[in-house]
Antibody, heavy 120, light 111 residues
Framework: QITLKESGPTLVKPTQTLTLTCTFSGFSLITSAVGVGWIRQPPGKALEWLALIYWDDDKRYSPSLKSRLTITKDTSRNQVVLTMTNMDPVDTGTYYC????????????WGQGTMVTVSS | QSALTQPASVSGSPGQSITISCTGTSSDIGSYNLVSWYQQHPGKAPKLMIYEGSKRPSGVSNRFSGSNSGNTASLTISGLQAEDEAHYYCCSYAGSSTFWVFGGGTKLTVL
């Protein structure tokens, strides 16, 4: 059974850097074609894809946020970490991590999400 | 503004069928048969309902079906049930530069 869980601060100040961790079980990020992505959702608004990392360390970023994002993986700990610099109140929302299965180009299993508020 | 355009809301009565459209461009939906659909109930994480345009993950009801035509993808729900009331989001692969784009979401109300 695949599960993912996001963790990180619930409150960050403007201009600070946000670091979120996705801890997963039930799969390995050394398995061919498997990936983990991050998606966020401002309150009452739509989903927005942020970043994705594959088993072979191939990394992809949303073009509009690329300069602020870094995604990394720690296969020994079964974790994927997303950092976002220069946080702004418009970055407030729920941040999800999700599994991408080999041969199934979609986010098939999602974590429960973690709410991040950006405020001074 | 989302990259893919969905109607803000649709509604239907129990037992009826509804279709939610998702309009993109020749750079995303029109070029790749890689549209996925997600169901999201209030306060919950999204759930994958359709991938690669028309494929259903294991466990998803066959009342849910997907299709593509040109730059538009569609999600059809037949035999509407009260539990189908939720937000639905489409998502498409958009090439190696943009990668994934989501729609603005559609709220389905079961009357």
């Amino acid at each position: 059974q695949i599960t993912l869980k996001e963790s990180g601060p619930t409150l960050v100040k403007p201009t600070q850097t946000l670091t979120l961790t996705c801890t997963f079980s039930g799969f390995s990020l050394i398995t061919s074609a498997v990936g983990v992505g991050w998606i966020r959702q401002p309150p009452g608004k739509a989903l927005e894809w942020l970043a994705l990392i594959y088993w072979d360390d191939d990394k992809r970023y949303s073009p509009s946020l690329k300069s602020r994002l870094t995604i990394t993986k720690d296969t020994s700990r079964n974790q994927v970490v997303l950092t976002m610099t220069n946080m702004d109140p418009v970055d407030t929302g729920t941040y999800y991590c999700a599994h991408v299965a080999a041969g199934e180009p979609a986010f098939d299993i999602w974590g429960q999400g973690t709410m991040v508020t950006v405020s001074s | 503004q989302s990259a893919l355009t969905q109607p803000a809301s649709v509604s239907g009565s129990p037992g009826q069928s509804i279709t939610i459209s998702c309009t993109g461009t020749s750079s995303d939906i029109g070029s790749y048969n890689l549209v996925s659909w997600y169901q999201q109930h209030p306060g919950k994480a999204p759930k994958l309902m359709i991938y690669e345009g028309s494929k259903r993950p294991s466990g998803v009801s066959n009342r849910f079906s997907g299709s593509n035509s040109g730059n538009t993808a569609s999600l059809t729900i037949s035999g509407l049930q009260a539990e189908d009331e939720a937000h639905y989001y489409c998502c498409s692969y958009a090439g190696s530069s943009t990668f994934w784009v989501f729609g603005g979401g559609t709220k389905l109300t079961v009357l």
